[in-house]
């Protein structure tokens, strides 16, 4: 039922937003639409208040919604007459105000826009209040941290409005986030984020580990939304925003949340030492340093932000205290406040907008022109000074009766007391300098004229103003008494007595009060030569500055950090290299046991078969490996890796492992054909260019070999410790390749288990290896063709061309020029015999890997590669121009579908036999004729299909690469 | 053995990312091809018999482990495409930028 209010406001929001359609816009004037707006809130008004007597008899309306309840997290709302106590100043300053704005910007259509932020905001305030967990809280805390940001900076187009609206955003954001990581540390120290909890586990909270760190976390949090000190700077800033939202963020609402959080977590995290001084300490400090800066300001509403700020202090103050009456003088305190400074903010806005301006130097005898807006400014401001018989009396008088309770400590109660009274000496000189100047004495600036508001522009003043004195004098129902004590006792824990008697009778805070207001009026008097001694005394102080510095110092720490950011692929590659290195050594330091390993003589000896064999291979893999490092010519280096990697099949070999050692053989030729290709089609200067590079090993490159050495070494070492490590730790029983081993013949009728693995238990893991393989070789085809010619990049044999003058002639991009292979035209008829045989030969050989894939080493791929390589032979003998003419046939994207696809039905009409994709599926089982060991089964067609796609993606390769028109002519 | 075979892999490593972090594209390269030779050296270690026999199923001896040997082949199979590829690139940035020094291949920072 009372989340109808918070529905209902939302409602009005949409309308709001709604009206931002120009058909909408025309039919409703401003005006109109905020008087049917405010309806919004006066709903909400009226549905708190019936509920207040249900709250007054203890009640609390809960209502959850279980978002993740594994983790125990919660939605909720939590209504009891705290809340309803909040809920209501909101909703009713919130009507005041929503009506306020229509005549604010009265003709401004636009103001649709500041309709929809205020009501959000309304929304998300009630939301904070009605919160029934801390997650809620946090929701709507941030959401109105946003919407306030949004009405700061309403007029986009000023850039103070801007950076206030930013600096505002920056500290509350800040102080949120703070809050987030103290609100999750309370709900794990308390086991649960909704209020029941929390609030009955105020023991366990105070004697946990944690307290310190929940306390100053969400402190922060409290701390930068009430502008206390040193966070308080940001409100005078947000003072850029237009009247009727500084009137209800800055005066009533919105920083009235921290004080709101602070009273609702009392009972959980109150009552200890280190909580009365931070806040007793924090509040006295904002307390003074708002009434001292106030006095010097000349602008309305900077002035009024910081008595803001001052009471702020104030209420966190008494929230520090132990003793009920401090919770009397919150509550008290609360409410008056909120009805004085909305009323003195919407009075400022008035004279803002029929005089044009707010300096109070220019200002002056507009009691003449606008009588009633200078009545409600006067009733407000003597609430303000704390003069009898307003409101603002009655708060200054409870406030002042705490700090003359007798359960202080000494030192604080002086401290408290005397700075109670400089405060409200200052303030009461701050509300008659204000109303002075704005309204007595003799206009100053002869260029100001004003006249007098609309009626429902001054009532929303009025209202509250009013509301200051007659709540005062003439006792209310006793339900409002019943509220401000209920809400006094939620804060406090216990009971609180509540009474609105102004006269108590002579009692020392009577005198207090009485010596305050004597001194007020003395400041007042002497007003001028107070604030001329206050601008000679440091006049330069400002937090902004430090806020500002700050920024900056962000700032240039990044310019820093970014000059890692070279440019050069290499620095970044030695840094991640570098980074990695230090990483994990120093896990590995810290953390493996490495230390600890004890050479046996059994790891280092070479109890397997054919010892001498594996350590020549090992030698020849680390020689080859060291050539590639020293030898100049980069061709001789690609040599070397050649030799490498077939040192490497020579170690598969030895394992024994004759089907990786096939596939390393013929994968380490292709690459080595490719890499000739390619290093071809590098214009020989930059080939030398970089040759030169290498072997360089003058100064500068020196160091940056020496620096290469060092990482790599060091990575190396690395490496090779883990390695070790890992190598003689594994476990020594496979839980998977018995599995494989029992199986193979069973289920795929496969003798070679590798083979079985590769094609039928991991078919889909090659299916997609061909798929990336094929990709490789398409992406050449197309990077090559036709990226390279999008770009507009040209090839060096295209500049040459150029330079040659055969651009005009057509030949630019024409067919390549006739070439021969190697021995030009007339090669000899050895090898021309050699390379013709040579590729049915090897199509035979493919299709015997193919056939036979399962019981001897050898598949798809190794088909495939060999068939290409043959083809790369008759590139090389024949050159490219004939082989295009003599095999036609041979279109790679062809072979490269044809393959996939053909594996892709394969899996499909498997899957629809066996159950899983790529099943084993043996069509002639039963066959007898068939060559013994062979079975056209599904393994057969898959083994078909690798070696299309493999010969599809191999062939692209070849042909891109050694296309050699465009090879420097 | 297996202190050498660790041993070997260390060392192909640092020379691999010691010829990554040459200048010519063309190490840089070979650096790469180097590197990925020696992970598949790694993982050929990782089987967890000592065998004296390939894995047939009509093996009488004990047989080496198969699960690896096929991971390798995958890995060999793909990192050739890789390559591939990267030689692609390599000739594209050599039309482009008109060099073979890794360093005059600034433009990330512009």
Known sequence: MLIVSLLVIFAAALIAALFGLPALNRRLSITRLSWLLAGAPLVAFILLASRVPQANAGNVYTWQWEWLPSLGLSLGFYIDDLSLFFGLLITFIGTLVVVYTGQYFKGDQGTWRFLTYLLLFMVSMLGIVMAGDVLTLFIFWEGTSILSFLLVAYKTSSKSARSGAFRALLITGGGGIA??????????????????????????????????????????????????FPFHFWLPGAMSAPTPASAYLH????????????????????????????????????????????????????????????????????????????????????????????????????????????????LGGLAKVMPFTFVAGFLAALSMAGLPPMFGFLAKETLLATAVHPTLPPIAAELIRWSAVLAGALMLAQAGFLIYETFLGKPKDPDVHGHEAPVPMWLAPAIPAALSIILAIIPGP????????????????????????????????????????????????????????????????????????????IDRGAEWATRLQQGKLRIYLMTMIAATVLLVAGLVITQAPLFSYQFSSADSQLNSSLPLLRLLSLGVILGAAAATVVLKRDFSAILALGALGLAVALLYVLEPAP?????????????????????????????????????????????????????????????????????????????????????????????????????????????????????????????????????????PAEDARERQGLAQEGLAQGPPLPTRGVGGARASPFIRVTAFVALPLSMILAATHIMYGHDQPGDGFTAGVIISLSVGLWYIVFGYEETRRRLPWLKAS??????????????????????SILGNVDFTESWAYMPSGFHISTSFLIEIAICLAVLGGAIHMLNTLGHPGEVEA | MTLLVALTVGLLFAIG??????????????????????????????????????????????SSDPLPQALILTAIVISMGGTAFILAMLIIISARYKTADMDEVDRLKK
């Open chain 1, 894 to 915: 062809n072979f490269i579908g044809a393959g996939i696809l053909l594996a892709v039905l394969t899996g499909v009409t498997a899957a629809f036999v066996t159950g």
């Open chain 1, 179 to 228: 809050l987030l990581v103290g609100v999750l540390f309370l709900s794990y120290v308390v086991g649960g984020t909704d209020y029941a909890t929390i609030l009955n586990s105020g023991d366990v909270l105070r004697s946990s580990e944690f307290y310190t760190v929940i306390l100053i976390l969400i402190a922060l949090g409290a701390f930068t939304k009430s502008a206390q």
């Open chain 1, 478 to 553: 006793k339900e409002e008494a019943e509220l401000l004590s209920g809400a006094a006792q939620a804060a406090y824990g216990e009971t609180v007595k509540v009474s609105f008697v102004l006269f108590h009778g002579l009692t020392v805070e009577l005198l207090l009060s009485i010596v305050a207001i004597s001194l007020g009026i003395l400041i007042f008097v002497f007003r001028h030569r107070v604030r001329a001694w206050q601008n000679r005394v440091l006049p330069n102080l400002s937090l902004n500055d430090v806020y500002r510095w700050m920024l900056q110092a």
């Open chain 1, 659 to 795: 089907d990786v050692a096939l596939v390393q053989i013929v994968v380490d030729i292709l690459s080595l054909v490719i890499l000739v290709l390619a290093l071809i089609r590098l214009p020989r200067s930059q080939r030398r260019k970089a040759q030169d590079l290498t072997s360089d090993s003058r100064g500068s490159s020196r160091t940056a070999l020496i620096w290469n050495g060092i990482i790599a070494g060091t990575l190396g070492l690395l490496v090779a410790a883990i390695t070790l490590f890992a190598l003689l730790n594994r476990p020594r029983e496979s839980l998977v390749s018995p599995y494989y081993a029992n199986n193979a013949k069973i289920e795929t009728g496969a003798t070679d288990i590798v083979g079985a693995i590769v094609v039928d238990f991991r078919a889909l893991d090659t299916l997609i290896e061909i798929v990336v393989f094929s990709l490789a070789g398409l992406g050449i085809y197309t990077l090559l063709y036709h990226a390279a010619r999008k770009h507009g990049d040209q090839t």
């Open chain 2, 17 to 62: 990312i010691f010829q990554m972090l040459q200048r010519n594209v063309i190490r840089s390269l070979i650096g790469l091809m180097i590197l990925a030779n020696a992970v598949n050296l790694f993982l050929l270690s990782t089987g967890a018999y000592e065998g004296l026999e390939a894995a047939y199923t009509t093996a009488d001896q004990p």
């Open chain 1, 251 to 362: 005066s009533a609402t919105m920083v009235k949340a921290g004080i709101y959080l602070l009273a609702r977590l009392n009972p959980a995290l109150g009552f200890t030492e280190s909580w009365f001084w931070l806040l007793t300490i924090t509040g006295g400090i904002t307390m003074l340093t708002g009434a001292y800066q106030g006095l010097k300001q000349n602008d309305q509403k900077a002035l009024l932000a910081y008595s803001t700020i001052s009471q702020l202090g104030v209420l966190v103050m008494l929230i520090g205290q132990d003793i009920a009456i401090a919770y009397k003088a919150l509550v008290v305190g609360i409410l008056a406040h909120a009805l004085y400074k909305s009323a003195l903010f919407l009075m400022a806005g008035i004279v803002d907008h029929e005089t044009g301006t707010r300096d109070m130097r220019r």
